[in-house]
């Protein structure tokens, strides 16, 4: 109790003797020097761990992923740019030895408020949070306050609260804007903190910065040198981050052609490409050993108990895009009700996206089946289709996507009643000899027969009389060549799919 009071009082006083103007920023993370502070005071031990026992070890965090709407639904990202961002976050941090994984399924809140302005709804926010994960809410705007003036936050991640808040536009852009919040939860300064709101410029710095104290920011941080000197107390407090005077603030393009010296008259060199920095458009983005070593004391303190578990997520890497079956590419699909996708099963797989894109309109879904039936769609329409496969702590899989049309009529497309029990023998087929279909009818009607490669070529067509009961039906897969094919038997306009293979 008196611990809190007396946590409040001095997050209080440094607001009140340091706080400072409000300056325009173009895009920025909306972590101010006062929470980073704040940060710091609720992890008191995070300077003086060792961390020499877990360096080597990987560790297993789990993120909760809570994908924000407005009231009604509208607008929330597509969960194919969260495995995305888990792919980014996952390769960031590899050389950390840290590894993400989604933490039980993702979390679905269509709240207004949280998704247009959880930067001034933090309560609201609040109360969403899962308490076994780090909580990440993907919203339209991460801005901190409701006028424009502190330009574009584009995410930030909140001491008191312990949750990180970013646009979604951040993860549809593959920006490394999550791998620098999540830097901030494990307790990492800005590699120029001190400069966050008064970013170095020649006029007023000088080429040569002879100031000790960084001039016009928060009173008493130590401008850092190049030698090392003051590396321990200066800025991130972390010696092998070299200083970094906010020069990537007004920078594009990862570059950094300034001419500066401190007051040694030392050139320096920032680290451009570092997590924690401001510069944009690096190729790659990188925490130093330094920067690792201060993030696994804190994920070692007793504060992040609640991440750890003895729980070892499926991170086993998927590399084959998946084979789609049905609907076949550019098929003219006889109805738009009850489409049956199916695909191949891949291997390492434990749960499937797909996405299904046609005009005005969109469905997802998450199964751990190769197959889905999709809602309702529309008539005579063009539809665009994509299954990703992934795992909890695997985003970065290839997907596949196809296309198909839908058709006027009401009926089922697939599944024929008439007919039942299709079997092609043997299979696999050889290609020397003839195989044959097997089916069962429940009525003399004519039945239109394809052989359909996988790249969508009919190699064979014909039609057959089918009678009541149990048919025998030769087919000539002489001269296929070896792999999958589709047998397509059309009866009263409708299709039905058998895959077959040819060795
Ligand atoms: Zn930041």
């Avoid at 992890?43 to 009231?71: E, W």
């Avoid at 009926?411 to 279909?437: F, G, H, L, M, W």
Wanted: one cysteine or more; glycine letters at 6%; proline letters at 4%.
């Amino acid at each position: 109790m008196s611990n809190k009071r007396f946590l409040v009082s001095l997050v209080f006083l440094i607001t009140a003797f340091f706080s400072y103007g409000q300056h325009v920023h173009d895009k920025n993370c909306g972590v101010s020097v006062e929470d980073q502070l704040l940060s710091e005071m609720l992890h008191p031990n995070d300077f003086k761990g060792d961390i020499s026992s877990i360096r080597n070890n990987t560790i297993y965090v789990p993120v909760k992923f809570h994908l924000t709407a407005n009231d009604d639904g509208s607008g929330r990202l597509d969960y194919i740019h969260v495995l995305n961002q888990l792919c980014i976050l996952n390769r960031d941090y590899a050389s950390s030895n840290i590894v993400f994984y989604i933490y039980e399924g993702f979390s679905l809140i269509n709240q207004t408020n949280i998704y247009q302005e959880a930067g001034t709804n933090r309560n609201a926010v609040q109360a969403n949070k899962d308490g076994k994960a780090i909580n990440v809410f993907i919203t339209q705007n991460a801005d901190l306050d409701n006028n424009s003036s502190g330009g574009t936050t584009l995410g930030f991640y909140s001491p008191q609260g312990d949750y990180v808040v970013i646009r979604k536009q951040e993860l549809a852009s593959l920006s490394n804007t999550l791998s620098h919040e999540i830097g901030h939860f494990f307790n990492l300064r800005h590699t120029f903190y001190g400069w966050e709101g008064v970013p170095y410029n020649k006029q007023t710095h000088g080429e040569r910065v002879t100031f000790t104290t960084v001039p016009g920011g928060i009173a008493n941080v130590l401008v850092e040198l190049v030698d090392g000197s003051n590396c321990q107390t200066a800025a991130d407090m972390i010696c092998d981050t070299p200083p970094d005077y906010n020069f990537g603030l007004t920078s594009s393009n990862c570059a950094f052609n300034t001419v500066v010296f401190d007051k040694n008259n030392d050139r320096i060199f920032p680290m451009k490409e570092n997590q924690m920095g401001y510069f944009q458009d690096c190729d790659t983005f990188k925490f130093t050993e330094g920067q690792t070593d201060r993030m696994l004391i804190n994920y070692n303190s007793t504060s992040r108990n609640y991440l750890k578990s003895t729980y070892i997520p499926n991170t086993t890497e998927i590399t084959d895009a998946p084979i789609l079956n049905t609907p076949l590419k550019a098929e003219k699909l006889i109805g738009y009700t009850d489409v049956k996708f199916d695909w191949e099963d891949v291997p390492g797989t434990t749960t499937y996206l797909i996405e299904i894109k046609g005009s005005n309109q969109y469905y997802s879904a998450l199964t751990t089946l190769s197959e889905y039936t999709a809602p309702e769609l529309k008539k005579n329409n063009t539809y665009f289709w994509t299954v990703k496969p992934f795992n909890d702590g695997f985003g970065c899989s290839p997907l596949t996507t196809s296309n198909f049309r839908t058709g006027d009529g009401t009926s089922s497309t697939y599944d024929i009643s008439e007919i039942k029990n299709i079997a092609i023998v043997p299979n696999p087929v050889n290609n020397s000899t003839t195989a044959q279909i097997s089916l069962f009818s429940n009525e003399s009607d004519n039945a239109h027969i394809e052989v359909i490669s996988m790249v969508g070529q009919r190699l064979r067509t014909f039609t057959h009389s089918l009678e009541t009961g149990q048919n025998t039906i030769p087919l000539d897969t002489k001269e296929l060549s070896n792999g999958v094919y589709m047998l397509n038997i059309i009866v009263n306009g409708r299709n039905s799919f058998t895959k077959f293979m040819v060795d």
